[in-house]
């Protein structure tokens, strides 16, 4: 009988193509995936050795950090501008497909490649971006590079990668109601810290997990970087067969239901085992909100920012000092007491249809605080015309919200979309750091249902007793 393998261990045994003892092994990458901020440089190296994309259809292009959410076609800020004009350039020279600006398939590289169909169970997928780890929902291998690697792949079609180890974070119970993909994630980074999956990749299994739609797989694989992982997945099931059939990339007919025998067949053998497990109960887990400068200084909406002194360590006791100036928050007050000054609900983390439309529920004909900007940015031009469809941006906009263009926005501020110095965002993204959503800006990461509740109360409050 054959040894028993993960899912990782499986794709990595069909993906390598050559391997070198105690070294790197070369793996074949079946999609790469590619946006304006980190291909510039790597289109450049190409073009000056004289080389060629090696697999334009295994490539596929977006623009998404740079783009302004407010309708216009010119781009204002000259940095951004260039590297929107330059992977337009780019891909018509190679040849490269390409959703830009003004696409009816543009948006956040993390929403597109799923939405598509071109994100499927078993590819190894790269793209550089370090939250490329999303695509691992649906039981990919998929991990952000740098930009010499994505030169590296551009013309060979391959990476060269380290086998990584195992690392099983299994999520039982059952969650609770309000209780969110979101809120698991953001408490297993406070339990086990920034860097609990450093040098693995993560496979997310356990009851809790199975239970979760696509959308809320995302967000969880979404942020195992975060936790210091190369990458997070879980095995493929009914759920992302489903998600998937009838996608534009992805084959139909007598293809599909090859595939799909294909697809579930990666799933983890039975009795496979990790290099690591660690372990986290969804019925424990509550509505989280971030207080300091990373995801995991986290806690529960009913509990209190924590105190420098409750810790003996220097170094800890100056780690939750530091966060807490930075933050401009006071120790032992209760969280749900903050006031908050601005409401991003959008980034790869949480702008899916499913993630709108559960924060849209929680407005109930109520209105945003009129001390509150809040801003929605759906995920892609698919997301927000399936929105409007849906009503979604007339429910949003009547109580107050921006309705905006799909791109990254204020998740990183790079298209202009920040948060004035010193002032505070409830927001849906994936990064609380120091200048994150502009410079001095304080970012509180929470679930798209508590973002839309902190934006009606102006401050935080808890989703299951907002009714
Ligand atoms: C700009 C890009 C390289 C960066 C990343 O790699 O993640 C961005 O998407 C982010 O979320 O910080
Ligand atoms: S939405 Fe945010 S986290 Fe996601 S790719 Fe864009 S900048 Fe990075």
Redesign the pocket.
């Known amino acids: 009988m054959t040894k028993p393998k993960t899912i990782i261990e499986k794709i990595w045994d069909k993906n390598v193509v050559h391997e070198i003892p105690n070294r790197p092994s070369l793996l074949y990458i079946d999609l790469h995936l590619i946006h304006e901020v980190t291909s510039p440089q790597a289109f450049e190296g190409l073009r000056m050795k004289g080389r060629k994309v090696r697999q334009p259809k295994r490539t596929f292009a977006t623009m998404?950090?740079n783009v302004p959410t407010v309708h216009t076609n010119v781009i204002k800020d000259e940095i951004s501008k260039l590297q929107m004009d330059t992977l337009r350039k780019n891909c018509e020279e190679f040849d490269v497909p390409l959703a830009g600006m003004g696409h009816k398939h543009q948006g956040?590289?993390?929403v597109i490649g799923p939405e598509l169909g071109l994100t499927q169970p078993g590819k190894t997928i790269v793209c550089g971006?370090s939250?490329t780890s999303t695509h691992g929902a649906f039981g990919a291998l998929a991990f952000g590079i740098g930009t010499s690697e994505v030169e590296h792949v551009l013309s060979t079609q391959t990476i060269w990668q380290a086998k990584p180890k195992t690392l099983n974070v299994k999520i039982d119970g059952e969650l609770g109601t309000g209780v969110t993909a979101k809120d698991i994630v953001l408490a297993l980074i406070s339990k086990y810290g920034v860097d609990f999956g450093t040098g693995y990749v993560i496979e997310y299994t356990g009851e809790a997990i199975r239970k979760l739609s696509m959308e809320g797989r995302m967000t969880i694989c979404n942020m195992s970087i975060e936790a210091g992982a190369r990458a997070g997945l879980v095995s493929p099931d009914q759920t992302t067969i489903d998600f998937l059939e009838g996608r534009l990339h992805v084959p139909s007919g007598e293809e599909f239901e090859q595939a799909k025998q294909d697809w579930l067949s990666l799933a983890t053998d039975p009795d496979a085992t990790y290099d690591h497990t660690v372990t986290l109960n969804a019925s424990e887990v509550e509505p989280q909100v971030t207080w300091g400068t990373n995801p995991s200084q986290c806690i529960p909406v009913n509990g209190y920012i924590p105190n420098p002194n409750s810790k003996d360590d220097p170094n800890a006791q100056q780690e939750i000092k530091h966060s807490l100036e930075y933050m401009g928050l006071e120790p032992d007050i209760p969280i749900n007491s903050v006031p908050i000054e601005h409401v991003f609900i959008g980034?790869?983390t949480n702008s899916r249809l499913e993630d709108l439309k559960q924060a849209a529920s929680v407005i109930k004909g109520r209105k945003v605080s009129d001390k509150v900007n809040a801003i929605v940015v759906p995920g892609s031009q698919t997301v927000k015309a399936k929105a409007e469809e849906l009503g979604l941006d007339k429910e949003f906009l009547e109580a107050g919200f921006e309705w905006r263009e799909p791109g990254?926005s204020m998740?990183?501020a790079m298209n202009g979309d920040a948060v004035p110095p010193g002032e505070r965002c409830a927001s849906t993204?994936?990064?609380n750091f120091e200048g994150r959503q502009g410079a001095d800006a304080r970012t509180h990461l929470v679930s798209p249902e508590m973002a839309t509740a902190a934006a009606i109360a102006g401050h935080f409050v808890d989703i299951r007793t907002f009714v």
Do not use: A, P, T
């Open positions: 998404d950090h956040i590289v993390h971006d939250h980034s790869c990254c998740c990183l993204s994936n990064r």
